[in-house]
C-alpha cells in the first residue's frame, strides 16, 4: 500500500471504532480514492448499515464482494513463520467489530486472539476479548483481561469501573454492551469453514430479529448477483420494521423480474404490502433502454463505462453489468467464513 | 564512597526505617476480635502440602481492611511476621526459607490479621498447610506464550527456580525468526540429556539435543520425547497433527492427529529409526514414555477411524479413544517386543493420554478426556493415576477440577507431581503441584508461587509442559539460538520404509499449547 493509501485505511479505521459513521462517509466523501481499498469499503458498509443506508446507498459506493466480511485466507502472505504480513494480522482485528455486532462471537474472540498476539498484547483487542467472554458469561476468564488491561494507561479506568461492576453484579443486568451481545449470541457449535449464506441463515436462525445478519446477508446476494435470492427473502423486510423496500433491493427485484421467461411472474413475490416505486422502475427503465443499444453494438467497454456510470454509476443494474463480470472468484467469497 | 555520602546514607536508611516502624499499626494480638474461619486469599494455599524448598507462598488477603497482618510460624524457630498497608502479603524468602528448613514435615501456620476503623483489628482461623519431609526437584522448565490460534508473536521456553522467583529463558522463538519451539524433555529430571523441538520455515524443522554437554542439531522435529533412562536413546512421535475450531465454548481450539507413529533416535549411531509395531497403517501411536528401567516403553493407540487422511477435522474425530499400551525394548540388542494393552479406551470409554511412569517406577498418571489426542483442550481432561503393581487405577479427585488438568510431570524422587490446570480462569493454563504419597493419594494442589500475589490476575500467557529438573540447563540461549540457526551438522539417516507418511508441518500446524 501506498503511504495515502495506509493514512485513508488507518483514518477510516479511526472512525469506525469511534463508531462515527457520519465522520466515517464524510472523510470518504473528501477522499473517493480511499473506498477502492478493501478496508475503507468493509468499514464503508459497517457506517451504511449504522446510518440505516445500506440496503439504499451501498453501490454508490465501490463495491468488492471479498471485502463484507474481509476473508483472512483471501490472497494472504506471511512476511515470516509466524506472524503473517501486517495486512493479513490488519484483517483480523477490523474483523473482531463485525463478527461482535453480528452475534458470532466465538470466531470473533479467535480473531481478537489473534490480534492480541501478533500485535504483541494490543489494548484494543483485550478490551474486545473482555467483552466477548462476559457476554459468554465465561467471568474468570474476562477477569484476566480486565485485570491486564487496568495497567493500560487508555483502557486501564474503563477496565478498573467494569471489574467493579463485576464485583458487585457478576450478571452484569445493567450493562447495555453485554447484555446486547448476549441477546445476539450465535449459541451452536459450528465446526470448519461454510458458505456465507448458511452464515447468515444460521446467525438469524438463531435470532430472528438480528437485523445486521439480515442487511448484510442481502448485500451478500447482491454482490454475488443471486437477484433470486432477494426475491425470496424480501418478504421478510416487514420482521425488520421497514417501511419501504430499500432501493438496490428494488432494482434487483426489477432485474429478477426481467429475467423470468416469462415475464410478469415477478408479480407473483409476496412483497408484505410493499412496492416497487415508480422513481425505482423508471431508473430501471432508463438504463435498460440506455445500456442496451451499447451493449448490442459492441461498443467499446471503457466509453460505454464511463457513459453509463455518469447517470446509474450508483445502481444495482450498473453494478451488475459493469462489476460484477469482473470479480471471477465468488465461489471462493461464498465459502470463506470462519476461515 | 566519602565519609559524607557514607553518613548521608546511613542517614536515610535510618529515617525510612523509622518511618517504616512509625507507620505499622500496633497489633493487639490477643485482644483483637476472634473471626470463626479462615481469611480467603489467593491463590488458594491452604490445607496443602507444600514443599520443604519452594519460594514464599505470598498471597492477597480477601477481606476488607486498611491495614494487614500475617504471622507465619511452625513448631520450631521464631515466627515472620508481615505488615502490610495493602492486602499483599509478600513473605522475606529468607526467614521463609529457614522456617521451613527448620520444620519438614510439620504444619505452617498462617495467621492473618485484618483491620478497618468500623470494626478494628480482627483475627481469623489459622491457615493450616503441612511442609513435606521430600523437598521438589528445584527447577521448573515451562513453555510461556499466549493462547494461540494459527499466528504467534513469541514462543519462549523458560526455567523457573522454585526456590525462589528467578525465571531464566531456555530458548526464545524470536531468535531463530519467529519459530515455534516446543516439546522441551530431559532424561531422569536432568538437563545434562535434553532436547528441544524447533521449528522454523527458514531454518527448518530440528531438535535441539543436548547430551554430555554437546548440543547437536538433528534434522527431525521431536514431537512428544521421551529419554530413554540410559540417555543413549530417545523415542519421539511424529504426528500429522491439524488444529481447528470450535464457534462456543471458553476453550474453542481443537488438535486431531490424521495420523502419527513412534520413532527413535539412538544418539551413539545418529540415527533414527522407526518401530514398526509403533508405525502401524491403520493406527496412531503417540506419548511415549519410559519405565525407569528402560525396559517398556508406554504409549497411547488409537485406530484411524477415516478414510480421508486429509479432511480436517475427519470425519468421527469425536469418537476417537486411544488406548494405553506397552512394548518391551532391549538396549542392548536394540530389540522391540510385542506391544501390550496395559488399559483399553474400551474398558474406560475415554480416551487415555499422556502416560507418564513415576521415577520409582510404582505408578503411572495418565490422563483421560472425552475424545481426541489434546487433552489441554478439552476440559473433560483429568488425571489418574494406576499403580502398577495391582494395575488398578483411580481418578486423582483431589487433583482434578472441571476443567482441563493435562501437562502433567514427576519430581525425581517420585513424591511431586506437575501440572498444569485452566481451574483459574477457564482459558489460560497454570502450574500446579500436588504431593503424591507412597500410597499413591494426592494432597490438594497449589499454584506455582510468584513474588506478586496479584501475578496471574492479569497474566495472558500461559505456563505449559512444566517438567521438573533437578539443576539448571546449562546451555545458554544464544547457544541454543545459534544452533537452531545454523545448518545440520549431524545428517541423520531417516528411514522411510515406515507406514506412517513424516509429514513437513507447516505454521498453521503447530500445537497452541
Known amino acids: 500500500m501506498y503511504k495515502e493509501e495506509v493514512t485513508e485505511v488507518l483514518q477510516v479505521g479511526y472512525y469506525a471504532d469511534k463508531e462515527d459513521w457520519q465522520s466515517l462517509l464524510e472523510y470518504v466523501e473528501r477522499h473517493p480514492g480511499s473506498q477502492h481499498n478493501k478496508f475503507c469499503n468493509y468499514d464503508i458498509n459497517r457506517a451504511l448499515y449504522y446510518t440505516g443506508r445500506f440496503g439504499d446507498e451501498m453501490f454508490s459506493y465501490y463495491q468488492s464482494p471479498p471485502a463484507l466480511l474481509l476473508p483472512t485466507s483471501l490472497g494472504s502472505t506471511s512476511s515470516n513463520d509466524s506472524t503473517g504480513s501486517p495486512e493479513v494480522m490488519y484483517r483480523y482485528i477490523r474483523k473482531v467489530d463485525l463478527f461482535m455486532e453480528l452475534g458470532y462471537l466465538g470466531t470473533a474472540k479467535r480473531y481478537a486472539s489473534e490480534g492480541l498476539e501478533t500485535g504483541n498484547g494490543c489494548p484494543h483487542m483485550t478490551k474486545k476479548l473482555a467483552l466477548i467472554c462476559l457476554a459468554e458469561e465465561q467471568n474468570e476468564t474476562a477477569k484476566v483481561y480486565l485485570g491486564a488491561l487496568s495497567k493500560d494507561l487508555v483502557y486501564g479506568r474503563f477496565a478498573r469501573q467494569l471489574l467493579q461492576r463485576l464485583d458487585r453484579d457478576p450478571q452484569l443486568t445493567d450493562y447495555e454492551p453485554v447484555q446486547r451481545l448476549r441477546s445476539i449470541a450465535f449459541k451452536r457449535d459450528y465446526i470448519g469453514s461454510y458458505k456465507m449464506e448458511h452464515f447468515f441463515s444460521q446467525l438469524l436462525w438463531r435470532n430472528p430479529h438480528n437485523k445486521m445478519a439480515f442487511e448484510y446477508m442481502m448485500a451478500s446476494y447482491l454482490l454475488t448477483g443471486q437477484v433470486n435470492k432477494i426475491a425470496e427473502n424480501i418478504s421478510r423486510l416487514h420482521e425488520f420494521g421497514y417501511k419501504k423496500i430499500p432501493r438496490h433491493y428494488q432494482e434487483a427485484l426489477l432485474i429478477y423480474t426481467d429475467s423470468q421467461p416469462q415475464r410478469g411472474s415477478g408479480e407473483k413475490i409476496n412483497l408484505e404490502g410493499l412496492s416497487v416505486s415508480s422513481e425505482a422502475t423508471q431508473c430501471y427503465q432508463n438504463f435498460i433502454k440506455e445500456a442496451m443499444p451499447l451493449y448490442m453494438r459492441k461498443r467499446d467497454r471503457r466509453m460505454t463505462r464511463q457513459y453509463l456510470a455518469k447517470d446509474f454509476g450508483n445502481t444495482y443494474m450498473f453494478y451488475m453489468c459493469e462489476e460484477l463480470p469482473r470479480f471471477k472468484n465468488l465461489k471462493n467469497f461464498q465459502g470463506l467464513v470462519n476461515d | ?513
Not at chain 2, 168 to 194: I, K, Q, Y
Not at chain 2, 311 to 330: A, C, F, G, H, T
Not at chain 2, 477 to 490: E, G
Open chain 2, 1 to 513: 564512597m566519602t565519609n559524607f555520602h557514607r553518613s548521608l546514607s546511613l542517614f536515610i536508611t535510618a529515617s525510612m526505617m523509622f518511618m517504616c516502624v512509625s507507620c505499622q499499626k500496633k497489633v493487639p494480638l490477643e485482644s483483637c476480635t476472634q473471626v470463626s474461619r479462615p481469611a480467603g486469599i489467593s491463590p488458594d494455599y491452604s490445607n496443602t502440602v507444600i514443599p520443604p524448598n519452594v519460594a514464599p507462598l505470598n498471597f492477597r488477603i480477601l477481606e476488607n481492611g486498611d491495614h494487614f497482618f500475617v504471622r507465619v510460624s511452625s513448631s520450631q524457630g521464631a515466627p515472620i511476621e508481615v505488615y502490610s498497608r495493602n492486602s499483599n502479603i509478600e513473605i522475606p524468602l529468607r526467614l521463609w526459607k529457614t522456617l521451613l528448613d527448620q520444620n519438614r514435615g510439620k504444619k505452617l501456620s498462617f495467621d492473618v490479621f485484618v483491620y478497618n476503623a468500623e470494626t478494628n483489628w480482627r483475627r481469623y482461623q489459622p491457615i493450616v498447610n503441612d511442609i513435606a519431609k521430600e523437598p521438589i526437584d528445584s527447577y521448573l522448565v515451562y513453555r510461556f506464550i499466549r493462547p494461540l490460534y494459527n499466528y504467534w508473536n513469541s514462543i519462549c521456553v523458560y526455567e523457573r527456580a522454585i526456590g525462589n522467583y528467578k525465571n531464566t529463558l531456555v530458548l526464545d522463538g524470536r531468535s531463530f525468526n519467529n519459530g515455534c519451539t516446543n516439546c522441551h524433555a530431559f532424561c531422569n529430571n536432568s538437563p545434562e540429556a535434553m532436547s528441544i523441538a524447533t521449528r522454523s520455515r527458514k531454518h527448518g524443522n530440528s531438535s535441539l539435543v543436548v547430551r554430555d554437554n554437546n548440543l547437536i542439531k538433528v534434522p527431525t522435529a521431536w514431537g512428544y520425547t521421551a529419554w530413554h533412562p540410559s540417555g543413549r536413546m530417545a523415542a519421539y512421535s511424529i504426528n500429522k497433527v491439524r488444529q481447528f475450531f470450535h464457534t462456543i465454548g471458553t476453550e474453542m481450539r481443537d488438535v486431531i492427529d490424521l495420523d502419527s507413529a513412534i520413532s527413535y533416535y539412538k544418539l551413539d549411531e545418529k540415527t533414527a529409526k522407526i518401530i514398526t509395531a509403533l508405525s502401524e497403517k491403520n493406527r496412531m501411536e503417540t506419548y511415549p514414555t519410559w519405565s525407569p528401567d528402560g525396559t517398556y516403553l508406554y504409549y497411547c493407540s488409537a485406530p484411524i477411524l477415516w478414510q480421508d487422511r486429509d479432511e480436517v477435522p475427519p470425519k468421527d474425530y469425536n469418537q476417537v479413544k486411544y488406548d494405553l499400551m506397552r512394548i518391551s525394548y532391549d538396549l542392548e540388542t536394540d530389540q522391540w517386543g510385542k506391544a501390550e494393552v496395559v488399559l483399553s479406551a474400551n474398558e474406560t470409554d475415554m480416551s487415555i493420554l499422556l502416560p507418564r511412569v513415576s521415577p520409582d517406577g510404582r505408578f503411572l498418571v495418565f490422563v483421560m478426556c472425552d475424545y481426541g489426542c489434546f487433552p489441554v483442550y478439552r476440559p473433560s481432561s483429568d488425571l489418574y493415576i494406576m499403580d502398577l503393581k495391582m494395575r488398578n487405577y483411580q481418578k486423582l479427585d483431589t487433583v482434578n477440577s472441571a476443567y482441563s488438568e493435562s501437562w502433567h510431570s514427576w519430581s525425581s524422587n517420585s513424591r511431586w507431581l506437575t501440572f498444569s490446570s485452566k481451574r483459574m480462569s477457564g482459558l489460560f493454563t497454570r502450574t500446579y503441584f500436588t504431593y503424591i504419597d507412597e500410597n499413591g493419594k494426592a494432597s490438594k494442589p497449589f499454584i506455582l508461587p510468584q513474588k506478586d500475589p496479584t501475578y496471574y490476575d492479569s497474566l495472558l500467557q500461559t505456563y505449559s509442559v512444566p517438567e521438573l529438573i533437578t539443576h539448571p540447563v546449562m546451555v545458554k540461549p544464544h547457544r541454543f539460538a545459534r544452533a537452531a540457526h545454523s545448518d545440520f551438522k549431524d545428517v541423520v539417516n531417516l528411514p522411510v520404509t515406515g507406514a506412517t507418511k513424516i509429514v513437513p508441518s507447516e505454521p498453521w500446524e503447530q500445537q497452541g499449547e
